[in-house]
T-cell receptor, first 115, second 113 residues
């Protein structure tokens, strides 16, 4: 069963606007870690931001922030003031504390930022 | 930031041949992973490795696959023999602990003819 789901296949936004990418997950663990990664057109995969399940405050790094809604098993990625170079595929991932030893990835959301 | 190096970046081989993909993880990292990606789609977990042993492997990690890291050298993924469905981009990743951020290499694009 799919444990990390990204329903948005592709999004196109205007430069300098704000975009939210959705991710929902399934787990029986009470403790887990959530990550967002970005894969550029060259194939490079870089870490963006993470949320630990026990933390109530939403994580923020630069112009990336998270909308963590634990009761809904949802971890949305928000990018403010988007730039052309934010165009990429964004992956959500989950690492369960007890039930798994690796990060499970979603199917990715392709973001296109247009001028 | 920390870098994971993968060699080669591209590999083309005939079906049935053996191939070894090499990964040089971040120096102080202890956990190593291989993921498979087809056509820029989902990152599929293959296997992870810690303290000289496989921790967990997925259904994609067929009997023809093996991993090792002899004496702190390259972390390798060997496929013997290869099949057409093994064509994909293989990403190596490492992390300092099992719960931390993954650092990815730039991938090896494997084409099996």
């Amino acid at each position: 069963a799919q444990k990390v789901t990204q329903t948005q296949t592709s999004i196109s936004v205007m430069e300098k606007t704000t975009v939210t990418m959705d991710c929902v997950y399934e787990t029986q663990d009470s403790s887990y870690f959530l990550f967002w990664y970005k894969q550029t057109a060259s194939g490079e995969i870089v870490f963006l931001i993470r949320q630990d399940s026990y933390k109530k405050e939403n994580a923020t790094v630069g112009h990336y922030s998270l909308n963590f809604q634990k009761p809904k098993s949802s971890i949305g990625l928000i990018i403010t003031a988007t730039q052309i170079e934010d165009s990429a595929v964004y992956f959500c991932a989950m690492r369960e504390t007890n039930s798994g030893t690796y990060q499970r990835f979603g199917t990715g959301t392709k973001l296109q930022v247009v001028p | 930031g920390p870098k994971v190096l993968q060699i080669p970046s591209h590999q083309i081989i005939d079906m049935g041949q053996m191939v070894t993909l090499n990964c040089d993880p971040v120096s102080n990292h202890l956990y190593f992973y291989w993921y498979k990606q087809i056509l820029g789609q989902q990152m599929e977990f293959l296997v992870n490795f810690y303290n000289g042993k496989v921790m967990e492997k997925s259904k994609l990690f067929k009997d023809q696959f093996s991993v090792e890291r002899p004496d702190g050298s390259y972390f390798t993924l060997k496929i013997q023999p290869t099949a057409l469905e093994d064509s994909a981009v293989y990403f190596c990743a490492s992390s300092r602990t099992g719960a931390e951020t993954l650092y990815f290499g730039s991938g090896t694009r494997l084409t099996v003819l």
